[in-house]
């Protein structure tokens, strides 16, 4: 199946900071890419769809404020934790679509631990 | 809005048994896809089995198959001659628009 990158792995980061993820689709170009948040033994939360040039759309209860989406590229999205506070400390996922369409299959990409102390 | 249910925290199987994870779901679409997604202890979501809602035969990936009931709105899996390396948790998932729902997931256990 397709690859899809995601970076850092894990990060610790003091309150008050900003820490960016990436996510990079490397043998396709993804027009559409997804942040899901994971707390431990629970499934996967759907934060935002974000589309190749547009704003992202965030899903209830999430702020857009706080999670700063952007895809700039076809194989490139990135999520800035803005201003963490401990209580974000999470497992961060992105997958990506390849640009096939309704029928194709998101890839995934390994998951960011966010610490936040 | 859809839902997905899956409402069994955790199953346990020994090695070379069978395991039947359910899923039902809720939706007013006619046209959606279904997928099985496992995540080892490396937390990597990997896809194990996909189907389309049109279809009415069964998907089947060599020890992963599924029995979906359309009219029931039900998908199970059935993992056969389970093996120590299928120990994960286990995520039914639904797609109508492009947005993955996710269930609650299974965590299976594979035992000597």
């Known amino acids: 199946g397709a690859v899809v990158s995601q970076h850092p792995s894990r990060v610790i980061c003091k309150s008050g900071t900003s820490v960016k993820i990436e996510c990079r689709s490397l043998d396709f170009q993804a027009t559409t890419m997804f942040w899901y948040r994971q707390f431990p033994k629970q499934s996967l939360m759907l934060m935002a769809t974000s589309n190749e040039g547009s704003k992202a759309t965030y899903e209830q209860g999430v702020e857009k404020d706080k999670f700063l989406i952007n895809h700039a590229s076809l194989t490139l999205s990135t999520l800035t934790v803005t201003s963490a506070h401990p209580e974000d400390s999470s497992f961060y996922i992105c997958s990506a679509r390849d640009l096939g369409g309704e029928n194709t299959e998101a890839f995934f990409g390994q998951g960011t631990r966010l610490t936040v102390v | ?112």
């Open chain 2, 1 to 112: 809005a859809q839902t997905v249910t899956q409402s069994q925290p955790e199953m346990s199987v020994q090695e070379a048994e069978t395991v039947t994870l359910s899923c039902t779901y809720d939706t007013s679409e006619n046209n959606y896809y279904l997928f099985w997604y496992k995540q080892p202890p490396s937390r990597q979501m990997i896809l194990v089995i996909r189907q389309e809602a049109y279809k009415q035969q069964n998907a089947t990936e060599n020890r992963f198959s599924v029995n979906f009931q359309k009219a029931a709105k039900s998908f199970s899996l059935k993992i056969s001659d389970s093996q120590l390396g299928d120990t994960a948790m286990y995520f039914c998932a639904f797609r109508s628009w492009g947005k993955l729902q996710f269930g609650a997931g299974t965590q299976v256990v594979v035992t000597p």
